[in-house]
């Protein structure tokens, strides 16, 4: 049975910064890429980032590009997500993904964690 469980959400001010942690089990991680999604209410769910199996390829949305950071762990089967200057705008639920490639489609998510950035 394949769990992927995010962990690292809360309450921050606007600047301040998180870390989200991904551990996947089940499943061989190193096989995967993984990424991260977010969903503000009302809004459709948005790729957010994306690392490869190797962790040699990333890719950021460009709102968060330069203030969030994707990195991962084979041995650890953990995927982080560095979230610094947050901005009110960033505050939503936050999902990890396994995926079969960062341009593929998602093969298992975690259920989120909330991050709110209060201005």
């Known amino acids: 049975q394949v769990q992927v469980v995010e962990s690292g959400g809360g309450l921050v001010q606007a600047g301040g910064s998180l870390r989200l942690s991904c551990t996947v089990s089940?499943?061989?991680?190193?096989?995967?890429?993984m990424g991260w999604f977010r969903q503000a209410p009302g809004k459709e769910r948005e790729g957010v980032s994306c690392?490869?199996?190797?962790?040699?390829?990333?890719s950021y949305t460009d709102s968060v590009k330069g203030r969030f950071t994707i990195s991962r762990d084979n041995a650890k089967n953990t995927v982080y997500l560095q979230m610094n200057s947050l901005k009110p705008e960033d505050t939503a639920m936050y999902y990890c993904?396994?995926?079969?490639?960062?341009?593929?489609?998602?093969?298992?998510w975690g259920q989120g964690t909330q991050v709110t950035v209060s201005s």
């Open positions: 993904a396994a995926r079969y490639y960062c341009l593929g489609s998602v093969a298992y």
């Open positions: 089940g499943l061989t991680f190193r096989n995967y890429a």
């Open positions: 690392i490869s199996w190797s962790g040699g390829l990333t």
